[in-house]
């Protein structure tokens, strides 16, 4: 049997551990989960978690320890979980901003994987980046491959710094996305829609489009071609975007999003 923990119980490891149990109980996997909050570990209690309302025994069953705390309580947390981790086990930290040596500094060594999720895990449909450094056994590593497909797919990074761009682009990127459906909303309303017509156009849009772009396999390039016929109204829409460097925009948006990284990384140093 498989044992996992989650350290910390809010809305990330909700998603996770809601999908780990999402047929119910197994005989092949059990999860514990401690958190602060007695509302969250209610929840996650009628999924099928364990739940305390602090680090125990408990803790050493566990072959996989996931940190899901904030960044900035995990040095606390982890000073109280540190006498009670499975010498033969690993953990797997989701926080951003807080890098491997940190954590090895903490935890005397303790064999580390660095993931970052994003939010549409909370509905099954997220796509986590994994840093699995050299070290870590098979075990191990397919642990926490099980415990991120579990709201999604996972891609695996070959460097850690490549969690930072992971980051910056599918953790952040739902935001860029909703803001993009934004102004397509605004837009239909300015020019007379109701809101709610103005709403559902622009979500099934973006819905519509990105599932057909999973399902067709194509470049996203070809696709953007496929719709648009030349000197029609799609080409000259375009033209508006490509006017104002959506591209450079995007690429500077991406930049700022890891300068701020830096600065948070600096911070646990």
Not at 31 to 41: A, Q, R
Not at 205 to 213: E, K, M, P
Request: charged share 20%; aromatic share 4%.
């Amino acid at each position: 049997m498989l044992t996992i923990g989650f350290l910390g119980g809010g809305n990330m490891a909700g998603a996770l551990i809601g999908g780990l149990l999402a047929g119910g109980p197994r005989s092949d996997l059990k999860v514990h989960v401690t958190d602060l909050h007695e509302d969250k570990l209610a929840r996650l209690a009628a999924l099928g978690a364990q739940t305390h309302s602090g680090v125990g025994e408990w803790a050493a069953s566990c072959d996989l320890m996931v940190f899901a705390v904030k960044p900035q309580g995990m040095k606390t947390a982890l000073a109280s979980l540190m006498p009670f981790l499975n010498p033969d086990g690993a953990a797997l930290t989701i926080a951003a901003g807080i890098e491997a040596a940190a954590y090895a500094d903490w935890l005397n060594g303790y064999p580390l994987m660095r993931a970052m999720p994003n939010t549409p895990a909370m509905v099954g449909m997220g796509v986590s980046g994994l840093w699995i450094p050299a070290g870590i056994s098979e075990t191990a590593a397919n642990a926490a491959r099980q415990v991120l497909a579990a709201a999604g797919k996972v891609v695996e990074v070959k460097t850690e710094a490549d969690i930072d761009l992971v980051g910056a682009i599918p953790g952040s990127g739902p935001a860029y996305v909703f803001r993009f459906m934004e102004a397509l909303e605004k837009a239909g309303i300015k020019r007379g829609l109701p809101p709610e017509s103005a709403h559902a156009l622009a979500l099934g849009t973006v819905l519509g489009a990105a599932v057909l772009a999973d399902k067709s396999g194509e470049a996203f390039s070809k696709l953007r071609e496929n719709v648009t016929s030349k000197g029609g109204t799609t080409a000259k829409a375009l033209e508006v975007m490509n006017n104002r460097d959506i591209d450079g925009m995007m690429d500077e948006a991406v930049n700022a999003a890891l300068k701020r990284t830096a600065e948070m990384k600096a911070l646990f140093r």
